[in-house]
């Protein structure tokens, strides 16, 4: 059996849960995400930073996955993206996740943004 294409890791910060992904983010890997994502949300009030700096290629399921976790927490921001692909952050705009979702240039940008501890419930 061969490795997934996608790695995918999470870890906890003190204001924050932060989500790395690596690799090229297909369809298994997408949901493989998403599950992670709803782990995240539903154990934890902290903002989640997911990390794109490794992702070299991505399949747009993962925008479906995304409106549909928009859908189900509102239009509360939960997701800061790091360093999304240019097309990554042109769908983000084009679907409306950019009211949902922050967008940061690299991963010290977003930290820093959430490092004053705001949980998901003073946002």
């Known amino acids: 059996m061969t490795a997934p294409l996608c790695q ?3 870890a906890s910060g003190p204001h924050y849960v932060l989500i790395t992904v690596a ?3 297909d369809t298994s890997g997408s949901d493989r995400l998403i599950a992670s994502l709803e782990v995240a949300l539903s154990d934890s009030r902290l903002p989640l930073l997911l990390d794109f700096t490794g992702v070299n290629k991505t399949c747009s399921r993962i925008f479906r ?3 549909m976790l928009r859908r189900r927490f509102g239009d509360v921001k939960l997701l800061c993206i790091c360093r999304p692909l240019s097309h990554m952050r042109r ?3 084009l679907t409306g ?3 949902f979702v922050d967008i940061y240039d690299n991963r010290d940008a977003a930290t820093a943004a959430v490092g004053g501890g705001r949980g998901v419930a003073d946002r």
Do not use: E, F, K, T
């Open 8 to 10: 995918i890791s999470a």
């Open 23 to 25: 690799g090229v983010l």
């Open 65 to 67: 996955h995304l409106l």
């Open 97 to 99: 996740l950019d009211r």
């Open 91 to 93: 769908l983000i705009n």
